[in-house]
């Protein structure tokens, strides 16, 4: 065969004016009439030989028309450069003479072009239309072209059936219908969704009674979609032996809840059928989660149940359970929601649960596979950040070797993350090694990921005339623990350099109906000026004295705990003098005492070296003699029970970490902050403070929650101290 090649130079002779319209920036839809035209022909824009492209030409018989233009014929052309000269002219290579055609000075809309093009081809048009598909879906795509293709599919797609079902499934979408043109398997789709964008149904077929012959009823997947939800569809579009077809969506359709998806799923592969490779795609997809409890009715021994299962606030997923698998068949456990999932048996902690090994040791189905007598079925886990939307079901997903996926769904509670936690502690027995890996693989990590909210000031209330803006302030911080407020009132009032002080008193919301009515009356009784403040989200002394901090404006403020008492008069002013010292940029603490005179803090210091370097209490236990008469010196961290400090400088800290359970912990944290903002901690010795136990906290319990705080704080601190001079 002869290849066809345009010359260089074409003697240029009188040339058609045609219609033409744009296909995206790169390509436009000509159409024309000569005398004859072969399926493929080079096509040069702008009149340049040199700048060609191959393109398909569909062309028809039109038997009224003279014999030059007695072929009609639609190509697909590069778009002409409307800054080039020459813009505006195309030369279709064909044997012989080539054919060069001018385009019209307008584009014609795509609508009014195929409008044309029906009136042209008359009785050709489906087939010229079936070949310019074709064309169009095999090249590049981009809008235009997916809306030339959507409006030629509206014009000669036929009925094809309906999808009467409709429902999401994780990335793909559940149909169910009927049918009469196209197979079991797997079907190329195009989907009118206001747009036009491909897809695949990976589909089985099953017999109806209620529909003709030849026809059949329809279940599958729609996947490699655009759209994420069945609504979006307005109907398919696929390719029939005998044409295009079009499954439109009825207007009564069933739009199922994805929990109940996979339900029809396994319904539809029972009584239909479907090629190997697809009926294996929607088995697995028939395994998913529909919100039954799968795991309790295996044939493996494979068993689990759920003690408790909590949504910590702003954090993630708290889940203590056991998992019954004395022959370890089971593989990947993971905790889903939705599009949310975390593998937790990479994250677990496993515990001994005897109970759960007597539960089973007499039954006959599972005591031969307990000879190992292994008691570690438990586990506690936390999935950071999987927070479950409302209505997406949380789950529990067990790969089981033999069977696949089993579930067991979960009705968790809500709790802030503090008060989850702390159940934890409970049930934990703190000698056990057990006990400190749920401390530091579970418990340390929730509390530092979670995003607790600061406590907030909702209502103020002045006692006498309170000066918000003056230069030192008192801020007393109160827990929700019973606080007698009389002999703190009566040892601030007999001190000449408090008496005149404004004071804030900071307590939680509920307890002002106790509290309130006693601070009016006690400050009224002194002649105290006092701002009584009621914070929302108080779980201990520091949420109180950061709310009260906050709703003043001193420009030095003294800190003083709930938990702490008041020894000597004159305590404040000791510890300003020694704040003034050091030009106001330090945080000065008094030496702090248990109620038997012994110390409970005499200066934070620093010991060790390097990666051992740490952060520690010298004194701590020692009586108040052995410090002597030592005067005010620099330490590592202060003691925020009782302080002086700027209330600027507290504020560019941004206040206590809500990431402890303790408030000596957040004390420590706020106190290296602000070391490394350039405001050192002071120890002042001479002023004495007792800070009072609650005792409210069960020992091994709080032996337990100092081990959290103490993890949380060295993954947070550990390589600044390591750096730290002093």
């Given at each position: 065969?002869?290849?066809?090649?345009?010359?260089?130079?074409?003697?240029?002779?009188?040339?058609?004016?045609?219609?033409?319209?744009?296909?995206?920036?790169?390509?436009?839809?000509?159409?024309?009439?000569?005398?004859?035209?072969?399926?493929?022909?080079?096509?040069?824009?702008?009149?340049?030989?040199?700048?060609?492209?191959?393109?398909?030409?569909?062309?028809?018989?039109?038997?009224?028309?003279?014999?030059?233009?007695?072929?009609?014929?639609?190509?697909?052309?590069?778009?002409?450069?409307?800054?080039?000269?020459?813009?505006?002219?195309?030369?279709?290579?064909?044997?012989?003479?080539?054919?060069?055609?001018?385009?019209?000075?307008?584009?014609?809309?795509?609508?009014?072009?195929?409008?044309?093009?029906?009136?042209?081809?008359?009785?050709a048009f489906p087939t010229v239309v079936d070949g310019l598909l074709e064309v169009l879906l095999a090249g590049k795509s981009n809008p235009r072209r997916l809306r030339a293709v959507g409006m030629l599919l509206q014009s000669v797609a036929k009925p094809g059936g309906f999808v009467e079902v409709m429902g999401p499934l994780d990335a793909g979408i559940f149909l169910q219908g009927w049918t009469s043109n196209f197979t079991a398997g797997r079907t190329k789709l195009l989907i009118a969704h206001g747009g036009l964008s491909p897809a695949v149904l990976e589909a089985g077929t099953f017999q109806r009674d209620d529909l003709g012959e030849g026809a059949c009823g329809f279940f599958g997947l729609l996947e490699e979609c655009a759209i994420r939800h069945p609504s979006e569809i307005e109907r398919l579009f696929f390719r029939a032996n005998d044409g295009w077809r079009a499954l439109e969506v009825y207007d009564r359709h069933v739009l199922l809840e994805q929990i109940t998806v996979p339900g029809h799923l396994r319904d539809g592969l029972q009584r239909g059928s479907a090629p190997p490779a697809t009926a294996e795609k929607l088995k697995h997809a028939s395994q998913r989660f529909d919100g039954r409890d799968t795991i309790s009715f295996l044939e493996q021994p494979v068993r689990a149940g759920i003690d408790d299962a909590t949504v910590v606030e702003g954090s993630g997923v708290l889940v203590i359970g056991w998992l019954f698998d004395p022959d370890r068949l089971t593989g990947t456990v993971t905790l889903r929601s939705g599009s949310q999932s975390c593998v937790v048996d990479k994250l677990w902690t496993r515990a001994a649960r005897p109970d759960v090994t007597a539960a089973f040791a007499e039954d006959p189905r599972?005591?031969?596979?307990?000879?190992?007598?292994?008691?570690?079925?438990?586990?506690?886990?936390?999935?950071?950040?999987?927070?479950?939307?409302?209505?997406?079901?949380?789950?529990?997903?067990?790969?089981?070797?033999?069977?696949?996926?089993?579930?067991?769904?979960?009705?968790?509670?809500?709790?802030?993350?503090?008060?989850?936690?702390?159940?934890?502690?409970?049930?934990?027995?703190?000698?056990?090694?057990?006990?400190?890996?749920?401390?530091?693989?579970?418990?340390?990590?929730?509390?530092?990921?979670?995003?607790?909210?600061?406590?907030?000031?909702?209502?103020?209330?002045?006692?006498?005339?309170?000066?918000?803006?003056?230069?030192?302030?008192?801020?007393?911080?109160?827990?929700?623990?019973?606080?007698?407020?009389?002999?703190?009132?009566?040892?601030?009032?007999?001190?000449?350099?408090?008496?005149?002080?404004?004071?804030?008193?900071?307590?939680?919301?509920?307890?002002?109906?106790?509290?309130?009515?006693?601070?009016?009356?006690?400050?009224?009784?002194?002649?105290?000026?006092?701002?009584?403040?009621?914070?929302?989200?108080?779980?201990?002394?520091?949420?109180?004295?950061?709310?009260?901090?906050?709703?003043?404006?001193?420009?030095?403020?003294?800190?003083?705990?709930?938990?702490?008492?008041?020894?000597?008069?004159?305590?404040?002013?000791?510890?300003?003098?020694?704040?003034?010292?050091?030009?106001?940029?330090?945080?000065?603490?008094?030496?702090?005492?248990?109620?038997?005179?012994?110390?409970?803090?005499?200066?934070?210091?620093?010991?060790?070296?390097?990666?051992?370097?740490?952060?520690?209490?010298?004194?701590?236990?020692?009586?108040?003699?052995?410090?002597?008469?030592?005067?005010?010196?620099?330490v590592a961290a202060g003691a925020t029970e009782c302080c002086v400090m700027s209330r600027n400088a507290f504020l560019e800290a941004d206040g206590f970490s809500r990431s402890y359970f303790t408030p000596s912990e957040k004390g420590l944290d706020l106190c290296l902050k602000l070391r490394m903002n350039g405001v050192p901690s002071l120890w002042v010795p001479e002023v004495e403070v007792y800070v009072v136990e609650d005792g409210e906290t069960r020992p091994h319990v709080g032996a337990l929650i100092n081990l959290a705080d103490r993890t949380s704080f060295d993954r947070r601190w550990a390589l600044a101290i390591s750096n730290m001079r002093g």
């Open positions: 065969m002869n290849e066809v090649i345009i010359p260089e130079r074409t003697l240029i002779s009188p040339a058609p004016t045609v219609a033409w319209t744009p296909l995206g920036e790169n390509a436009i839809l000509v159409m024309s009439a000569c005398d004859a035209l072969p399926g493929k022909v080079p096509v040069a824009v702008d009149g340049n030989p040199r700048n060609r492209v191959e393109t398909m030409a569909l062309t028809w018989r039109r038997p009224q028309a003279d014999a030059a233009h007695a072929t009609g014929f639609l190509c697909l052309a590069p778009a002409p450069s409307p800054d080039r000269a020459g813009s505006g002219a195309i030369l279709l290579g064909r044997p012989g003479r080539p054919l060069r055609l001018i385009l019209a000075p307008k584009p014609m809309p795509l609508q009014a072009f195929l409008a044309a093009l029906a009136d042209e081809a008359g009785q599972f005591g031969p596979a307990m000879a190992s007598r292994r008691n570690s079925h438990g586990f506690i886990v936390f999935a950071p950040k999987l927070l479950p939307e409302p209505g997406q079901p949380l789950y529990l997903e067990f790969e089981v070797e033999g069977h696949g996926p089993a579930f067991l769904p979960l009705a968790p509670g809500r709790s802030p993350a503090r008060r989850a936690l702390e159940r934890v502690f409970g049930l934990l027995d703190p000698r056990s090694s057990t006990a400190t890996a749920v401390v530091e693989k579970q418990i340390a990590p929730a509390l530092q990921a979670a995003e607790i909210a600061p406590p907030k000031a909702s209502e103020t209330h002045d006692i006498g005339r309170f000066n918000a803006d003056a230069a030192l302030g008192l801020v007393i911080g109160l827990d929700q623990r019973q606080r007698e407020l009389s002999s703190l009132f009566a040892l601030l009032a007999i001190d000449p350099e408090i008496r005149p002080l404004p004071i804030v008193v900071a307590a939680p919301g509920e307890s002002f109906d106790r509290l309130g009515a006693e601070a009016r009356r006690l400050a009224k009784f002194y002649g105290l000026q006092v701002r009584l403040v009621l914070v929302d989200g108080v779980e201990d002394s520091c949420d109180a004295l950061e709310a009260g901090v906050r709703a003043c404006r001193f420009q030095t403020v003294a800190l003083l705990s709930g938990a702490a008492q008041i020894r000597m008069p004159g305590w404040l002013g000791r510890l300003e003098r020694a704040y003034r010292g050091r030009g106001g940029q330090c945080v000065a603490s008094p030496t702090l005492l248990f109620e038997d005179n012994s110390i409970r803090w005499a200066g934070a210091w620093l010991e060790g070296e390097g990666a051992n370097r740490r952060v520690y209490n010298r004194f701590v236990g020692y009586p108040l003699d052995a410090i002597g008469s030592l005067g005010p010196m620099e």
